[in-house]
């Protein structure tokens, strides 16, 4: 299946895109861990698009579009994919159906997953990822770690993402109010949005987004 993960940062989708992925074994691709993967490496991807991450902008199309053609190209990604973070706005999804119709293949659903914008600025504020797994997330209050700074599942170091501040969060926001929502139109005229309420527990919300995804018929 090739699916599209789409909600506003907060929304959980690195946690069920990383279970849904699981279930479905097909590789979790999320833009974001690709770009922080380029900065602590190094890269000069990654020495570009820090400061823009930092400050919650998105990143200029060519550079995403390319680095995620890329890794949809990899072996692991031929017979799908779960997309998480991309696409982002109305070019880049148009970039992407140009990408799958090279191929001949088609998106098979878009997940949109709603949640109230008071809850995505308290669950970010709180918000701790495993350096080594960002699919290990913890929050302070809501789901806190056994041991402060301890990744549970991996013992992995804990951390507050830099783009993750109370300020950034807003700017964020506001960006994918602008620039994200309208693919979700985009998708729906093309028959293909499910939209699931990502407020529970994590294992509802999964179960929520396995139903909905069974109602969607399989494309290509
Ligand atoms: P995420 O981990 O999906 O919340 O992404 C973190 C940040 O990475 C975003 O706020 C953007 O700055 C950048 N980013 C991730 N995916 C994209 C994308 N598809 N287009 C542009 N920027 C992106």
Redesign the pocket.
Known sequence: MRIVLVGP?GAG??TQAAFLAKDLAIPHI????L??ANISQGTELGQR?KA??D???????EV?IDM?RDRMEQPDAVDGFLL??????VP?AEALDEILKVEGHQLDAVLDLEVPEEEVVKRIAGRRICRKDSSHVFHVTYSPPKTEGVCDVCGGELYQ?G?DSEETVRK?LD?YHVQTEPIIDYYRAQGLVVTISALGEVTEVTQRAKDALKQQPEAS
């Open positions: 940062p989708k690195g999320s833009t974001g861990d770009f922080r698009a823009i991450m400050a919650g902008e998105l990143v200029p199309d995403t995620a998480d973070g991309f696409p982002r706005n880049q993402r783009d964020r960006v």
